[in-house]
């Protein structure tokens, strides 16, 4: 028993009152040696990792490089749509009150329905080189030049608009010349240049279905 009591008169009091804090600062609160208890100003948190922000994509401006009107209105208000065979195949005017915007363009429609089928594959019925007329696209160096939206043709399920003036009709040289086939790759490459968009394909032909083997 003394020897207990001579064990416990060797810990000094600070020592002690740090062992009595122990367990209550788990608990934001200390009790000093003179018994005071004390808060804890000092909590601990898991640290939480921020949200990264992506970075905000812009939207894209084709008004620049396409051939379109002050207000970004292409093709002279005239139907992508239309002029392809199944949807009539025919320059046709675009009603005012059905209209589009497509990469800052803007595009009108003679129908609903031709509306419809643009806004499910934009890229199938976009004129080629932003609407700028194909034959001076492939002649030489290039040039942006302005076009009679009447004057077109759908090659490779693609459709080429042409400039059709007093001086020239420059769809007639375009399919004098060969057309697309001969005459594409010459275009494509002075539009990418010129714009910094790269050329789009023709559509791939499908095969002609196989004739029936006749029964002998």
Known sequence: MKHLIRSRALVAPSVLACLVALPQAAQGQVTSAAGVVMATTATWQTPVDKP?????EKPVDKTGDYNVDKKGLALDGYDPVAYFQEFGGQAKKGDKSITTKHEGVIYRFSSEANKKAFLADPSRFLPMYGGW????????KGDKVEIDPKSFTIEDGRLYVFFDGFFADTRKSWKKKG??????????TNWTRLSGEAARAGDTPKPAPKPADKKK
């Open 179 to 188: 057309g697309a086939p001969k005459l594409k790759t010459m275009a494509d």
């Open 133 to 140: 007329c194909a034959w001076a696209m492939a002649d030489g």
């Open 52 to 56: 990264v922000d992506k970075p905000v």
